[in-house]
């Protein structure tokens, strides 16, 4: 089934300018980039964003590390793509991903993962609207 979910190669990947070396997987992997652009994220943005994970020690670190510089925010399109992005981007933690995933080859810290992928369909839908609005999208 036809499908969207929201991606964001995270600042540490911005900063060591490899958003094209990660987009080669997507396009590789047979998934379409519908829509795409660079942002900075404000603090509050981000806590609102990632406003599940609140009670988790991680949080303040989290926020203060996806909005430390610029980032890409997505959204890829193709069949089962929320679970296919999540076999490509490889497990949370770089050191227990696949080989060949984005975040075994690419990866800094659990932290510093590089990539963020929505987890489920009703995550996908809250999380693309959070940066997109439907014009931007064109599949
Ligand atoms: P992401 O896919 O963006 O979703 C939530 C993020 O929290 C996750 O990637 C990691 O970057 C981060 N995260 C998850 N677990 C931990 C942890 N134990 N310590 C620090 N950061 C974490």
Redesign the pocket.
Known sequence: MREMTLS?L?PDAVRRNITGAINSYFEKAGLSIVAQKRIKLPYEQAEAF?AV?KE?P?FQ??CK??SSGPVVVQVLSGDGVIALNRKIMGA??PANADHGTIRKDFALS????S???SDSPENAAKEIQFFFSEIEIIP
């Open positions: 964001i995270k990632y994970h988790r991680f670190s989290l590390s996806i949370t933690d659990i932290e510093e993962n990539v963020h992928g």
